[in-house]
């Protein structure tokens, strides 16, 4: 089953109104997927599952409306943007903050599951809710892993060794990747398998992008 499918599913086939704004310019696939991504979010429904604490500082409980309330509180408008620079492999990022209230989104934005597109906005959207907008910090060098290979950027294929592609702390936006990402493995009522199977490997994309033990510590236990 593709993702666009799946992701129908997940949402139960209803096609809510987002209350953010999407540029008028938003080329056609790149808007289908953006709009695919925001009713996949606002589609989310727990049942009984709890919330974990971090979450619940985030967002509230594990539910469409809280995901779709966080973007509105941060993001004014979703406008399209450019790879930059134009590499031969696409583009080094999905999404990039843009001004105070914008989030631009790149050619590559369609190219990725739904669930990485999701959390992409999310991440997005909490920079606006940092002091500074919560910007990254260099990864170590050399950075591994738990079975001590390079971490590299799933959608480039690099090493992001001494790349500004880490977090320190468990607040800022990868740690809100994880926290979200859990959530949604172990509490998602109406989301098929594999959706919830791509939200446990995308979490531990973001888990190796905080580069301090304690941080982690406290992500794993929450
Ligand atoms: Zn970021």
């Given at each position: 089953?593709?993702?666009?499918?799946?992701?129908?599913?997940?949402?139960?086939?209803?096609?809510?109104?987002?209350?953010?704004?999407?540029?008028?310019?938003?080329?056609?696939?790149?808007?289908?997927?953006?709009?695919?991504?925001?009713?996949?979010?606002?589609?989310?429904?727990?049942?009984?599952?709890?919330?974990?604490?971090?979450?619940?500082?985030?967002?509230?409980?594990?539910?469409?409306?809280?995901?779709?309330?966080?973007?509105?509180?941060?993001?004014?408008?979703?406008?399209?943007?450019?790879?930059?620079?134009?590499?031969?492999?696409?583009?080094?990022?999905?999404?990039?903050?843009?001004?105070?209230?914008?989030?631009?989104?790149?050619?590559?934005?369609?190219?990725?599951?739904?669930?990485?597109?999701?959390?992409?906005?999310?991440h997005?959207?909490r920079h606006?809710?940092l002091?500074?907008h919560g910007g990254h910090v260099?990864?170590?060098?050399?950075?591994?892993?738990?079975?001590?290979?390079?971490?590299?950027?799933?959608?480039?294929?690099?090493?992001?060794?001494?790349?500004?592609?880490c977090d320190v702390g468990a607040n800022g936006s990868y740690g809100l990747e994880y926290?979200?990402?859990?959530?949604?493995?172990?509490?998602?009522?109406?989301?098929?398998?594999?959706?919830?199977?791509?939200?446990?490997?995308?979490?531990?994309?973001a888990?190796?992008r905080i580069?301090?033990?304690?941080a982690?510590?406290?992500?794993?236990?929450?």
């Amino acid at each position: 089953m593709n993702g666009f499918w799946s992701a129908l599913l997940a949402v139960g086939l209803a096609c809510p109104v987002h209350a953010v704004a999407i540029s008028a310019d938003m080329p056609a696939e790149m808007r289908l997927s953006l709009e695919e991504a925001l009713n996949f979010l606002e589609g989310i429904r727990s049942g009984q599952a709890k919330e974990s604490q971090l979450h619940r500082e985030l967002f509230g409980g594990i539910d469409g409306a809280a995901y779709d309330a966080f973007i509105d509180a941060n993001v004014r408008e979703i406008i399209p943007g450019e790879c930059d620079p134009e590499p031969p492999m696409g583009c080094k990022v999905l999404a990039r903050t843009y001004g105070w209230d914008q989030i631009q989104i790149t050619p590559s934005f369609p190219r990725v599951d739904v669930v990485r597109r999701a959390v992409v906005l999310l991440h997005e959207a909490r920079h606006f809710s940092l002091p500074d907008h919560g910007g990254h910090v260099v990864c170590p060098k050399p950075f591994l892993d738990a079975q001590g290979r390079d971490i590299v950027s799933v959608l480039t294929g690099e090493s992001v060794a001494g790349l500004k592609s880490c977090d320190v702390g468990a607040n800022g936006s990868y740690g809100l990747e994880y926290v979200f990402l859990t959530n949604l493995a172990r509490g998602c009522s109406n989301c098929t398998e594999e959706i919830t199977s791509k939200a446990r490997f995308w979490a531990e994309q973001a888990y190796y992008r905080i580069n301090d033990g304690s941080a982690r510590a406290a992500l794993r236990q929450d």
